[in-house]
């Protein structure tokens, strides 16, 4: 099946899937807006805990950022998108195309954490380096993706656990201007 032709599939029923390599460009995307959210929150961590030393309060950093990146999952799968899903053009839905409730987006945004914890977890009594740890997180994440080819629905794992699911957003068509 080619790309196009899962467009017209997803346009034809509204609750599959849009294509693997349009939500991964989307993950990607995601990734890199939230680069900015990341720096913002580690600057604001740093000033207000005076940090001085990268090191120092690590962990209250790493807290601080899961909970700034679970308030921003969890606000905008309220909302229906991300700016990246947007861009894509992908909603994030329940199970029957209504908006996320905040307990389901919060439970999607832990379950999402699928896509990074079991190589750091498996990495960890290694001591690997970081460059081997980057090539297994790299890895797991093509295998994490390509599960969603066995699912019947085309569905990530993560959200058929969260009750939700991923759905292309319909496009109002353009009327030409007289």
């Known amino acids: 099946m080619t790309a196009l032709e ?9 609750l599959l899937a849009p294509p693997l390599l349009r939500r991964m460009a989307c993950w990607l995307y995601e990734g890199m807006l939230l680069f900015g959210v990341v720096f913002i929150t580690g600057y604001l961590f740093s000033a207000l805990s005076q940090t001085r030393h990268a090191l120092d309060h690590r962990h209250g950093l790493q807290a601080f950022v899961f909970l700034i990146l679970g308030i ?10 991300t700016l990246a899903m947007k ?6 839905v329940d199970t029957q195309g209504r908006a996320l409730t905040q307990a389901r987006a919060l439970r999607r945004y832990f379950w999402s954490w699928v896509w990074f914890l079991p190589p750091i977890v498996a990495a960890t009594p290694f001591q690997l380096s970081a460059a081997q740890t980057l090539v297994l997180m790299l890895g797991w994440i093509a295998v994490w993706s390509l599960l969603s080819r066995f699912q019947s629905q085309g569905q990530f794992w993560h959200d058929i656990w969260a009750g939700t699911r991923l759905v292309t957003e319909r496009q109002a068509p353009v009327t030409p201007k007289p």
Not at 72 to 81: D, L, M, N, V
Not at 87 to 92: A, E, K, L
């Open 87 to 92: 861009t894509w053009h992908i909603r994030v």
């Open 6 to 14: 899962g467009d017209i599939d997803a346009l034809a029923s509204p």
């Open 72 to 81: 921003y999952f969890t606000w905008f799968g309220t909302k229906g998108q």
